[in-house]
């Protein structure tokens, strides 16, 4: 598929490159059925640039199979694995075993490094209660015990690692460094979230494994495991409309950076902090009516920017006011100056939040939030609250809640009424004398 010509189809500029005369082209792969459990996926995809299609997208073409063969050879050999010897799978083969080959093989590339890290926390807790149980062995009341024992594990492992932060503490303290530090905080606990994120891991293995034929039915999935370890509802915590409007006054009274960009954006158009801090230059629009271009989200701990697909829901385009469009229209016209003048061309693709050509990391943008939150009076506000504040002042001001699910990027409006029905303001409340004033209002026919 022609990405340039899709890109140009939607009003969005050029993806960068280094020749400028290439096109940017998608090719696609798709997993034959057999072999989709070992890959991890249904279909592979690769960006690639060439100048004409008659040799250098047919030898791009000829590279993308190649490597799609040699990588669906290795997995089906056990290759990459990270052992040189690698046992055969059996129903004996035990759990702990099963669920670090599977992981093994979905970590070339297969999924995201934030799924995969948080997969082998997942398989911590797996390990420590039910690895050693075989396959075939396995039971709904094992996976049951395992859940239940999370959060007294997760207590036992931070306690650990906070005896461990204390002696590297003191440690550093008889080397002679005695900077002031910040009293450690007390340790998190797993709870229901973890526990329904285990089940559902848990799940995707066995379901690995009845496809392999090496277990008779899938027991994760036992009726009684669905019904005590549901996923639980998120954290709604909204800002009040006078405690908005007070923050929003402290937000203007900032100097334009780079942070109250990021601040603008999130309280104006509800998009989520990640995504905020992944805009680029040129999808704001701060001309005619100002809106601003959602593509993709800054993955956390790093400085990269994951697009979306155009499938998603979260690929939009949401409005924002005329203030933080003038706001933004000064950081884009400082921000390129700045650039220029270090011999850096700044582009539609340029990140928007941020001192030079790279995006503010979250953590970064973490750092200056609760610094600000601290200095303004609302201690313990998450940049997320901008969100549900937005979603919830408008729906209780009766905007339509198909306007707001696409603007949020929700999958759908059902699960934007679910989430946020408890700020709809009710309209029951003498709905059928309005019905019938209505009606008898009407002239009546001679």
């Not at 990391?361 to 937005?390: C, D, I, S």
Request: hydrophobic residues 35%; contains cysteine; proline residues 6%.
């Amino acid at each position: 598929m022609d990405l340039d010509e899709a890109r140009k189809a939607k009003g969005l500029p050029r993806r960068k490159r280094d020749d400028p005369k290439a096109t940017a082209y998608e090719l696609r792969i798709r997993v034959p059925t057999e072999f989709q459990g070992v890959m991890g996926r249904k279909k592979l995809s690769r960006t690639v640039f060439a100048r004409n299609k008659r040799e250098e997208l047919r030898a791009r073409i000829a590279e993308f199979e190649e490597d799609a063969n040699r990588m669906l050879e290795d997995r089906t050999t056990g290759v990459g694995i990270g052992a040189q010897d690698v046992s055969p799978l059996s129903p004996a083969t035990p759990f702990g075993e099963y669920v670090e080959r599977y992981i093994a093989l979905r970590s070339n590339g297969a999924i995201g490094r934030q799924t995969l890290a948080n997969e082998r926390r997942y398989a911590e807790y797996l390990r420590e209660v039910i690895g050693l149980i075989p396959l075939r062995d396995l039971t709904a009341m094992d996976v049951e015990r395992c859940l239940l024992q999370v959060p007294e594990i997760s207590r036992r492992w931070a306690n650990e690692r906070v005896e461990e932060w204390k002696r590297k503490r003191e440690q550093a303290v008889r080397e002679g460094n005695r900077r002031k530090k910040k009293p450690l905080g007390s340790p998190r606990v797993a709870g229901p979230d973890m526990q329904h994120k285990i089940l559902k891991f848990c799940r995707e293995i066995l379901n690995d494994a009845l496809d392999r034929e090496l277990v008779q039915k899938n027991v994760a999935k036992a009726r009684f495991l669905s019904k005590n370890f549901k996923k639980s509802r998120p954290l709604i915590d909204p800002l009040m409309e006078e405690d908005a409007a007070r923050f929003l006054h402290e937000v203007k009274a900032l100097p334009l950076s780079p942070f109250k960009v990021a601040c603008l954006a999130l309280f104006s158009s509800g998009m989520r902090p990640e995504e905020a801090l992944a805009l680029k230059m040129g999808g704001v629009n701060v001309g005619g009516v100002p809106s601003a271009r959602i593509t993709g989200s800054l993955e956390h701990g790093t400085a990269e920017i994951v697009e979306y697909t155009k499938s998603d829901s979260s690929y939009r385009t949401v409005p924002i006011d005329d203030y933080t469009s003038r706001e933004i229209g000064r950081w884009i016209e400082e921000k390129s100056r700045r650039l220029r003048a270090m011999g850096i061309r700044p582009g539609p693709s340029t990140p928007l939040v941020g001192e030079l050509d790279k995006p503010l990391t979250y953590n970064v943008f973490k750092k200056q939030w609760q610094r600000f939150v601290e200095k303004v009076g609302f201690e313990g506000v998450r940049p997320y609250a901008l969100r549900h504040t937005f979603a919830t002042i408008n729906l209780a001001r009766g905007e339509n809640i198909k306007t707001i699910s696409v603007i949020l990027g929700h999958a759908s409006p059902s699960y934007t009424l679910d989430l946020y029905v408890g700020y709809i303001p009710s309209t029951s409340r003498e709905l059928s004398n309005r019905y019938v004033s209505r009606l008898e209002s009407l002239p009546q026919a001679a």
